[in-house]
């Protein structure tokens, strides 16, 4: 199912996954978290934009586990747990922080 | 499983092909990354070809498959602490632990303090290592 955003198409996957890395901008995010019911506000963006940055650095998106931790000790221990990520990202932090982050569904996820 | 625990065994992961031109090494390191969710004991092996996969400064521009060399500096974040590579199989394709890159693990309990977690073995104390896994995956 494409997403259309600004009268432009993006290719996804079945599961709504962005096809290419390099077509993501902010604003599909936004269309994604829309589609979803959500809106994402400043704590969103933080954890979208560390996945990115962290793909960026090792080519892929972390675990769960291993998002917890480096968010933990990148932006302090009150963020750097399940419950606070769950609350921000109800479907699962990395599954669906990665999806509007336009990465590909993280390995070891089913 | 007793007392809700779960049981854990030493898991090793034997690398031995060249990154690129076989599946085998990406193949490996996805498995790895998946196992390593379940909380065993891992440690990795690179022998033979297979310390190609380690080495610094790779760029598959030329052959249009995706560069995963830097997926291995995140292992550590994994908690993947061990990693042994061969030293004869360095020693025989010219090669040295400085052609390699920087693999280490933040510990947690010791204030984020960088450790290394690679650790270049000679023939005789890798066939020891290797001995002493429950499970053997050869890639």
Sequence with gaps: MPLEVDGKTFETDEEGYLANLNDW??????????????????????????LRSYYE??????????????????LGK???????????????????ACKYAGLPKPTGCV | MENGEGV???????NRKAPYGTIYALESLEV??????????ISLVFADDGVYQLTKGQDTDGIGMKNFSKTYTALGDYDIKKV?????????RGLSAEDLQALKYEDEDDDWAEK???FVVGREDLVKIIDEQDVVLSF
């Design chain 1, 78 to 96: 009150d963020k750097g747990n399940s419950k606070y990520l769950y609350e921000l990202f109800p479907y699962g932090p990395a599954k669906q």
């Design chain 1, 57 to 74: 650095e090792y080519q892929i998106a972390p675990a769960v586990r291993v998002l917890t931790k480096a968010i933990g000790k990148k």
């Design chain 2, 32 to 41: 790895v990354l998946i196992a390593a969710a379940f909380d065993q004991d």
């Design chain 2, 84 to 92: 042994y590579v061969e030293k004869e199989s360095l020693e025989e």
């Design chain 2, 116 to 118: 290394d977690s690679l």
């Design chain 1, 25 to 50: 901008q902010p604003e599909l995010a936004d269309a994604m978290a829309e589609a979803d019911g959500a809106e994402l506000g400043e704590n969103h963006w933080e954890v979208i934009n560390f």
């Design chain 2, 8 to 14: 854990v065994k030493k898991f090793c992961y034997i």
